[in-house]
């Protein structure tokens, strides 16, 4: 079974522009889960998606949103880019049901803001 | 909010020597709690869990955690580091939101680095 897929592994962005991440899960998963992940913060829950609904946020202000297609896959999408949002960006998705389903993570996409 | 204290954001051993890292967890009902590995240039990758069922909780690559109430601690522990060994561990807690459904709220994270 293949694992969790994320596009493109690095991207490199200027202030004010947005950018567009892409993740596709594990088939038959339906739960996908983004993370932000800096040297100083860690790793940091964005949102979480089940079913083309957002079912939870984090702390993130607006800018960050995402959305989840009817195969399951999703994209998140960061407008106005800051420096500070270089960061690795974490995928990860689940079967969905449970608080007991461990997440299975992508490899990332590296974010660098300039 | 339920939250991880990993306590350590280095620890070096020994190829040989027993690796020990340290969870500290907060929750007022018990909890589901995890560690991750992180090897460079990837992400997470589950090492093991704990869902009520048993107190030791072994995993993969011969690493092992003990779940104590009373201490509120979830620590990571391998007989015998090997150089293969050296990433970044997680500990991580299910943390249920207002929404009503669950998810991860990790640890800083450990660094585990392993000498010849």
């Known amino acids: 079974k293949a694992g969790v897929t994320q596009t493109p592994r690095y991207l490199i962005k200027t202030r004010g522009q947005q950018v567009t991440l892409s993740c596709s899960p594990i088939?038959?998963?339906?739960?996908v889960s983004w993370y932000q992940q800096t040297p100083g913060q860690g790793l940091q829950f964005l949102f979480e998606?089940?079913?083309?609904?957002?079912?939870n946020k984090g702390n993130f202000p607006g800018r960050f949103s995402g959305r989840q297609f009817s195969n399951s896959r999703s994209e998140m999408n960061v407008s106005t880019l800051e420096l500070g949002d270089s960061a690795l960006y974490l995928c990860?998705?689940?079967?969905?049901?449970?608080?007991?389903?461990?997440?299975?993570f992508g490899n990332g996409t590296r974010l660098t803001v300039t | 909010a339920q939250s991880v204290t990993q306590l350590g954001s280095h620890v070096s051993v020994s190829e040989g020597a027993l690796v020990l890292l340290r969870c500290n967890y907060s929750?007022?009902?018990?909890?589901?709690l995890f560690w991750y590995v992180q090897y460079p240039n990837q992400g997470l990758q589950l090492l093991l869990k704990?869902?009520?069922?048993?107190?030791l909780v072994k995993g993969i690559n011969g690493f092992e955690a003990e779940f104590k109430k009373s201490e509120t601690s979830f620590h990571l522990t391998k007989p015998s580091a090997h150089m293969s060994d050296a990433a970044e561990y997680f500990c991580?807690?299910?943390?249920?939101?207002?929404?009503?459904?669950?998810?991860?709220?990790f640890g800083k994270g450990t660094m585990l680095l392993v000498s010849p």
């Open positions: 990860a998705s689940s079967p969905g049901q449970g608080n007991n389903s461990p997440l299975h």
């Open positions: 088939s038959g998963h339906r739960s």
């Open positions: 998606y089940f079913s083309e609904t957002q079912r």
């Open positions: 929750s007022s009902v018990p909890p589901y």
């Open positions: 704990y869902t009520s069922a048993a107190t």
């Open positions: 991580a807690v299910s943390d249920r939101s207002a929404s009503g459904y669950s998810t991860l709220t």
